[in-house]
């Protein structure tokens, strides 16, 4: 099971902060992941589609799509940082 966070406007489009998920079968990389969390309805795959350049972390770290994934990583998905 891994620990998905989301964040700013990711997480007020899909109505939570957090969520535990048991890995399907094939879901071993955070781009795999994202691809399985965008087949899940609506809510998931319009705010994933309004985030063209999420960024990723996994254990706190940022990461591409193709980083390996596994059971008990906390995973962070959110839109890129600005500011002036």
Same mark, same amino acid.
């Given at each position: 099971?891994?620990? =998905?966070?989301?964040? #700013? *406007?990711?997480?007020?489009?899909? @109505?939570?902060?957090?969520? &535990?998920?048991?890995?399907?079968? @094939? =879901? !071993? /990389?955070?781009? #795999?992941? =994202?691809?399985?969390? *965008?087949?899940? @309805?609506?809510?998931? &795959?319009?705010?994933?589609? #309004? /985030? ?5 972390? &996994?254990?706190? /770290?940022?990461? &591409?799509?193709?980083?390996?994934? *596994? !059971? ?8 890129? =940082? /600005? @500011?002036?």
């Amino acid at each position: 099971m891994i620990h =998905v966070r989301y964040f #700013a *406007s990711l997480r007020e489009r899909i @109505g939570r902060d957090e969520e &535990r998920i048991e890995l399907p079968a @094939g =879901v !071993d /990389t955070l781009g #795999a992941l =994202v691809t399985h969390l *965008s087949a899940r @309805g609506a809510p998931w &795959r319009e705010a994933l589609e #309004a /985030t063209p350049r999420l960024m990723m972390a &996994r254990n706190h /770290t940022l990461a &591409r799509a193709e980083t390996e994934i *596994s !059971d008990g990583d906390e995973i962070g998905l959110f839109p890129p =940082v /600005t @500011g002036g």
